[in-house]
């Protein structure tokens, strides 16, 4: 019998992707045009002989793989997730036939998908490929079973030239099941495609807002976590390991919001990115195209900033695992080869009270369940060594961290703990 408490070996490709850590997800189409956001044709009920306009002045001027590829390497990121075809129904890719909704139809003239896959390899970004499932051109969520039927042969078609034309991809993004009841996905046949074609390409299918974590198919290799902070995954007798990925807007739409003001801060971007390491999961941050296919500045800005404090920390933030270990608060403990590295939140900036303001503090925090014996503890971004007790049998080790030094503000400072 199986071991009820036993927790599963990652399949390497899980492995590789909760390494990766950071992601980009990118939402681009003919709605960005608009800038209304992605949902705009049904939110705004345009009929789709009118809104198929938009492909005649879809011109993909400024959409450049490589260009984008380098703001995600910059940023720390190491995969790009782009929407290959979102529930407008409009394909960046070259559907071959399959339909002439598509961008090599539009004035863009080209395969956007390729360009994408050829851009990430150029900097090392590992490409994934969103796909909607929900199609409303085909009102692929109402629409009768032969019809439906008809729908999935052309939905699989798709993702068969996705599949068989970009080289090895890292994975496929699903999105739209919720729009049908589970089993008239028929995923057996569109997940042994995936595996036959892409044998190392992750599969991942988004069970929406409301149902984050839930694993909705055995072949599923990462649950989603649609725009809420991640929780830690109890994988213990489960037959296989599935990683986590929170999936979560820069401000409050995925398609580009002109009018959208809420955008996230570099501070946010590295609280959040710590919050789903915390628990092992990856970040997969949006941004949303301009019209011509650019990241707007702002977006591309933060993701800058953030990106030095991911890769101040790249041994944590990308190979660090969850601890069993205790903190107060919002901070946490991960560890990698033996080392454990605590990620401290709400510090303050050391110094003169009249010239720096900030909420939290230095000085002692605690944390239960550090059981190995600890032989020193310093910053990683500057070395100070760290004063630190233990009580072994109370079972608690305490460090006096000192604040930020003047000049700098890491938002979450990380002190690397060497143990006997
Ligand atoms: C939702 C939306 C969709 C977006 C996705 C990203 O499912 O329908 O527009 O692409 O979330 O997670």
Redesign the pocket.
Known sequence: MADSQAIPVPEPRIERFEHMAFGM?I?WGVYSQLGRG??VMNREQIPADEYAKLQDTFTAADFDGRAIARVAKNAGMKYITL?TR??DGFSLYDTRGLTDFDAPHSPAGRDLIADYVEGCRAEGIVPFF?HTTLDWRWQSHTCDDATFNDYLDYLYASVEVLCTHYGPIGGLWF??D?SRRTADWKHDRLYGMIRRLQPEAMIIN?T??GNEGSVSHPDVDSV?F?QSMPKALDRRGHPKYIAGEM?QTMNSH??IGAGDFSFKSPANVIENLAGCRKVGANYLLNVGPTAEGAIPEYEAATLAVAGRWAQQHAGPVYDGKPTGINCQGRDFVLEVDGKLYWFVHDLRIAGHGQVTVSVGGAGPRVATGLSQPVASVRWMDNGEDLQFAQNADAGITTVDFTGYPYGTNLVVRVAEIETV
Do not use: K, P
């Open positions: 997800f939402h992605e949902w929407t979102h529930h969103y999105d739209g919720w988004n929406g807002i989603t649609e999936c995925w398609g």
